[in-house]
């Protein structure tokens, strides 16, 4: 069966990295959404060690079987609404790790989202809340 979680949290960024230490066979989830920048044209990157899938309003955009690597997800401006994100990470082999999420605006270098454009919600605070109950029984 499945593990209690040993953490639990929200986090207002995914920019991980994991030292020597962490261990085999755990993973790691974001959910919540991104607040896109307006009208500009924007592309979402991901850097991952090891397999990761990327969920965004519902759609896979990157699976498990895809692989580890460097992903490019072209999302067009002109919208102001809240795109749902669920990012998931499967540590399954060596002792570090890495995940990042970032966004590239306007043809421009990937960089970190910035924690106003990445929010969680009542539900996702009251699930959190709920493992770390559960995980002190």
Do not use: C, M
Request: glycine share 10%; no cysteine.
């Amino acid at each position: 069966g499945l593990a209690r979680p040993r953490e639990a949290g929200l986090s207002t960024s995914v920019d991980f990295e994991w030292k020597a230490g962490g261990g085999r066979n755990w993973s790691q989830e974001w959910r919540g959404y991104l607040i896109p920048p307006g009208n500009r044209a924007f592309v979402l990157t991901v850097e991952s060690d090891q397999p990761v899938r990327l969920i965004l309003d519902g759609r896979t955009e990157i699976d498990f079987a895809d692989g580890a690597g460097n992903y490019r997800i072209p999302l067009t401006g002109g919208s102001s609404n809240p795109v749902s994100i669920h990012l998931a990470y499967d540590h399954a082999t060596g002792l570090t790790g890495r995940l990042l999420l970032r966004w590239a605006l306007d043809g421009n270098d990937p960089e970190a989202i910035p924690p106003s454009a990445l929010k969680h919600s009542e539900s996702e605070q009251a699930w959190v809340d709920q493992v770390l109950f559960l995980s002190q029984l």
